[in-house]
């Protein structure tokens, strides 16, 4: 039978052990050796080489060098001193990368899935990639099938929706392949390895698809974008730049190679890239410290821009524990019999759920029944049976599952009375007849009502409120009862508990569309209903979270915004989701907000003080070309002002605290802050030329006037942004300011600056305060538009 599966019997000797027994270790050493392992783990940060690679070897860097090299090699060597820049730039974010993935790395053995097989008559858990061919695998609900596997022995019901994308459960008996990537839904079964390493299924069909999903990354989107425009645009300024200094201004083939580098170092954002790889890498591993795996490194912007949160309750706001609170007879059936019923359906049933457990815990003391046939239970059923021999057959469930509203009032009064406290209720039921397909008897008789409870996690409370005063939208998604979920959601102190539904009702995409806006609770939710309400949501321009520890839980994790698992949920959860709670604790999801939040409002403060600079000098780069006057930065100003008011402020803002909710466009956000103040430099540059028109300034002043006067601006724009002043932003402010006339004053030959004369203060004075009135008017005008687009 496992010849017809396996493409192995051609090649190496099959080894057909017992499922009971398993390999031993002398037979896994052999298997090993002859390459027929599951093969490494897989690898989700890039290797330390390509890291190093990737921050070197960039288009930028590249043209660095080609400048850096002109200008070496006309002679002007301290005007190669932007190097030093790009050099600290690839230096530091191959550093923060390189660390950040050593936490990665680390973290992921922890979180990354394992292998239950028997070996030695012994069950064993292992990595995934220890696993052999013909390795006999334990598997049981929520657990991912890590290699093709051939079924030997019980019953299972398998999700492939991850390899096929056919969300419903597939029935599999002995005989049948498992396919790896796919997860147990229910039921328990052994099976033996066909397929190791990449003669998997799913290695077959996609390497790292089943792990990855393509962020939908505002930031990564339009830094690409600037990079390309930048990069198109560099090549043809340059060119005409060097010609009309050359053969119109007549300059020397120094001057003019120096001015056209200045020009283009100008434009170039090379730290920008830096910056963003940084501040998520050090995000990163901030969230280590709090028992957060990132494996998607943009999910932190994408958090940090939520504003629905989609929660299981189970894991979430429960503990994930529950305890049986009463026993309510319905029938003749004594209390002694009904804990020998449920003790023996729980004994015949595999489902390691909080809900069986509670009942083995509760009801210990298991009959000797012979059991002749079981239903597993599944999430789409709701329900779970046995039959026993001479006994009938038995089911535990959810009531308006089992009997589908032939209940009579009073009982279901009962019910409702549990239910609206926050209980889960439960109903045992008995038929003469047995099962059919896994179908229910026909009319089945009431026995008991079962009434559980959740633990509510101690932290909740305090969890919801902050989510409720960041404005974030919190939806309870739960298969339980609608009410019981509503008022375990109430006791947690959950705004608007009180506004729920039965999915149930929900038959038509425009009902559940409709539904995912306006109520609060979802109870009776299927897995297809999940996926549908966190489309529906994102259709209506929502960023969604969704949290998740189960296999039921799968399909809307993948389709959230960003996925949140719980280490302690199922091997699926984990692997489709961009973030695991390692600890499982609701509660790190504030500061996994806040860290996002952080990352994300500084970032788009630094990213604004790139932009300036490139946005004013491709400008002024380009009206050079046709103005009769010469470029007058040289590389070495251009380095001295980029590192005063950009490259040092900018990596100090990126990494200090900011709690700010998330408004708007990334792009509209960076352009508001950075358009005041390249216009101004613009203008600034303008009016030098202007004036020069009228007083004949040598080429050394205009030089020395352009470098004062751009850097006033730059530091200027550096203390509108930096405002509320504090004490650190204050030192770090006047630090650069104190820095900036150090190298005025005392490094003047350095940076090819000469001493300010009279008419050159005359000049600067009424240019630095038309500046600071152009800027801050500018300013104020772009957030009056700003506020007027945002209330409009």
Known sequence: MSTHFSQHTAGPIRLHVSPDQGLSNEQVAQQASKGLSNGFPDVRTKSIKKIICDNILTPFNLLNVILGLLVFLVGSYKNMLFLGVAICNSFIGAFQEIRAKKTIDKLAVVAAPKAHVIRSGQKRQISVEELVLDDILALESGNQICADCLLLRGECEINESLVTGESEPVAKKPGDLLLSGSFVVAGSCLARVEHVGRENYAAKITNEAKYFKKPNSEIMTWINRIIKYIGIAIIPIGLLLFYKQIFISGQGLQRAVVSTVAALVGMIPEGLVLLTSMVLAVSVLRLSRHHALVQELYSIETLARVDVLCLDKTGTITEGTMQVDHVLPLSSVSTEEISAIIAALTASSPDTSPTFSALRQAFSQCPDWQCIGAVPFSSARKWSGATFAGRGSYIIGAAEFVFKGTLPADIREKMARYAASGQRVLILAHSAEGFVEKQLPQKPEPVCLLVLS????????????????????????????????????????????????????????????????????????????????????????????????????????????????????????????????????????????????????????????????????????????????????QPIQQTLISALTIGIPSFFLALERNKERIHGKFILNVLQKALPGAVTMIINILLLVIISSFYPFNREEISTIAVIITGFTGLTILLKISFPLNLPRGALFFSLCAAFVIALLFFRPLFNLIFITTPMLLALAPMMAAAACVMFSLWHLLEKYAGSRKNG
């Open 454 to 633: 959740d633990k509510i996690r101690p932290s909740a409370p305090q969890t919801l409120a902050y989510f409720a005063e960041q404005g974030v939208a919190i939806k309870v998604i739960s298969g339980d009862n609608a009410l019981t979920v509503a008022n375990i959601a109430k006791r947690a102190g959950l705004p608007d508990a009180g506004n729920y539904i039965d999915a149930t009702t929900l038959t038509t995409d425009e009902q559940l569309a409709e539904a995912a806006e306006r109520y609060t609770v979802f109870g009776r939710v299927t897995p297809q209903q999940k996926l549908a309400l966190v489309k529906a949501l994102k259709a209506r321009k929502h960023t969604v979270a969704m949290t998740g520890d189960g296999v039921n839980d799968v399909l809307a994790l993948r389709e959230s915004d960003c996925s949140i698992a719980m280490a302690s949920g199922s091997d699926a959860s984990r692997t489709v989701s961009q973030v695991v709670l390692l600890d499982s604790n609701f509660a790190s999801m504030p500061k996994i907000v806040k860290e996002g939040r952080r990352s994300i409002n500084n970032l788009q403060r630094s990213a604004s003080l790139f932009l300036v600079k490139s946005i004013f000098s491709s400008v002024i780069a380009i009206l050079f070309i046709f103005l009769a006057f010469d470029y007058p930065f």
